[in-house]
Nanobody
Framework: QVQLVESGGGLVQAGGSLRLSCAAS????????MGWFRQAPGKEREFVAA????????YYADSVKGRFTISRANAKNMMYLQMNSLKPEDTAVYYC?????????????????WGQGTQVTVAS
């Protein structure tokens, strides 16, 4: 059984930074793409960032490009999202996902497993 657990969320002032972590268990992640999505109240889940199994390919939503950085540590079965220059519109529950193959997927349909999410709140 694959489990993904996010951590690192919290309350931060606009312009601040947070680093989210996603810990995987039950399966080695080294041959799978992974990604981050987020969902704000009243809105649909949206793509944030994705990374291929090697970490060589990464994709970002336009809204976070240049501010967020996705990375992974396959030896630790971990994935990360460094979020800088946070804005109030970044407020959401952030979810990590494990893709069904090695590529970096920008659609939620490309993912088989999800964590329970971690809340990020950016105060203005």
């Amino acid at each position: 059984q694959v489990q993904l657990v996010e951590s690192g969320g919290g309350l931060v002032q606009a312009g601040g930074s947070l680093r989210l972590s996603c810990a995987a268990s039950g399966r080695t992640i080294s041959t799978y793409g992974m990604g981050w999505f987020r969902q704000a109240p009243g809105k649909e889940r949206e793509f944030v960032a994705a990374i291929s199994w090697t970490g060589i390919s990464t994709y970002y939503a336009d809204s976070v490009k240049g501010r967020f950085t996705i990375s992974r540590a396959n030896a630790k079965n971990m994935m990360y999202l460094q979020m800088n220059s946070l804005k109030p519109e970044d407020t959401a529950v952030y979810y990590c996902g494990l893709a069904r193959d090695a590529g970096a997927k920008t659609s939620h349909e490309g993912y088989d497993y999800w964590g329970q999410g971690t809340q990020v709140t950016v105060a203005s």
